[in-house]
């Protein structure tokens, strides 16, 4: 057994270190032009993003949350029933409650953590005016199939995990009314702070979001309610020279996932490897999952749950479910436990928590 590792769960300044030149570079241009809100580098951002994941239009926004809610507002989706799993991160279901919608969940696969098509299938009727897909941990729902089956009904794509994932050659992003992303540090594209931005084919949305992000601006005047909602330039400019790494970004990702995959089958239940898998999150189940994270903390590991509370359990998103409501969903909960994925994590480092998750079930 190696010696004991600080092992972090993730650590941008040595994700970023090989890009730090051209990233300050990249920032000091935008301090010089003296333009920092909605300006070139964010209109080039737009444009790349667009070609990147395949659709006419890319409009930059402050986070993925608002990326979200904005696409639900322009969609006027008040006192409409917006159907969501409860296995996601609050915000999705966060962004349908300040948008006026009634949060309906549908739950998630029985062996995976995506939304179940079957269930959500079942959800829809009159009131329905959106569906949420989230493409949890990097691994892309089958949109076509789940546009099939809902026949119309708006989809919005909540792509905050899955920059870069792609199911047959479609992005994820490319298929739904419109696509959200979220620029968080930590994510597949991370800014240095909070960015978002939307997906969509649709001239009719493009010009109501690009509206909607600056105040209700169309032309000089302000002629809706809307929200002060912009990706900087600053931000932009430096997501622009981190997408140049993001393939080999992610390859080095996909490597660490088939290693662990590799170690630690017959241990834990591990991903299932897919081609336009991009490993947000590596997400191993097992029983005893508090226990096997409290060793890997005493030997220097960190992880981290996602998620400890189905939102159908949660107080704020409640809303009269009981609990066994959507087992597959609470099973999870109790299973998961995300490992650290991160592009420079060392093969010592990946051994090393192998070996203890290997240990731990060895001397249980
Ligand atoms: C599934 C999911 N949806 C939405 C968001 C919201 O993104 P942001 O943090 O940029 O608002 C996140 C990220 O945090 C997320 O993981």
């Known amino acids: 057994m190696a010696k004991s590792m600080e092992i972090p769960f993730f650590d941008i300044r040595r994700v970023d270190k090989t890009k730090k ?5 990249a920032v000091k241009k935008v301090i010089e032009s003296g333009k920092f809100i909605l300006d070139k580098e964010v209109e080039r951002f737009e444009r790349e993003f667009s070609r990147f ?3 006419k239009y890319s409009i930059g926004v402050a986070s993925g949350t608002d990326a979200i809610l904005l696409s639900l507002i322009s969609l006027d989706v008040k006192g409409k029933n917006i159907i ?8 999705t279901a966060e962004a349908i409650v300040k948008a006026g919608g009634t949060l309906i969940f549908a739950d998630i696969q029985d062996d995976g953590f995506l939304m179940d098509l079957d269930n959500a299938a079942s959800k829809i009727d009159r009131k329905t005016g959106g569906i949420i897909p ?3 941990f990097g691994e892309m729902l089958d949109v076509k199939r789940l546009k099939a089956i809902v026949k119309g009904i708006p989809i919005i794509e909540d792509c905050a ?10 992005k994820a992003g490319s298929l739904g009314l419109t696509g959200c992303f979220s620029f968080f540090p930590t994510k597949n594209l991370g800014a240095y702070g909070d960015g978002g931005m939307i997906t969509t084919n649709s001239s009719v949305l493009y010009k109501r979001l690009t509206s909607l992000r600056a105040h209700g601006k169309v032309g000089d005047k302000y002629t809706i309610l809307g929200y002060n909602s912009r990706l900087d330039e600053v931000q932009a400019a430096i ?3 981190k997408m140049r790494y993001f393939e080999e970004d992610n390859r080095k990702k996909i490597r660490i996932a088939k290693r662990y995959i590799q170690g630690l089958k017959g241990f834990v239940k591990v991903p299932i490897y897919k081609e336009g898998y991009t490993f947000h999150q590596f997400t191993i189940r097992t029983e005893g999952r508090d226990k096997l994270k409290e060793f890997l903390k ?11 509370i189905p939102l159908h359990l949660h107080p704020l998103f409640k809303n009269g479910y009981k609990k066994g409501a959507f087992p597959n969903s609470e099973k999870r909960a109790k299973e998961s436990l995300s490992l650290p994925v991160f592009p420079d994590l060392t093969d010592n480092e990946i051994d090393y928590i192998v070996q203890n998750i290997r240990n731990f079930f060895k001397h249980r």
């Open 21 to 25: 030149q051209p990233i300050l570079n």
């Open 53 to 55: 994941i395949g659709t």
């Open 84 to 91: 969501t799993t409860p296995f996601t991160f609050v915000s």
């Open 134 to 136: 989230v493409h949890l």
């Open 161 to 170: 995990q899955s920059f870069g994932s792609f199911r047959d050659t479609n």
């Open 239 to 241: 997501l622009m020279i």
């Open 298 to 308: 005493k030997n220097g590991i960190q992880t981290k749950i996602y998620y400890p």
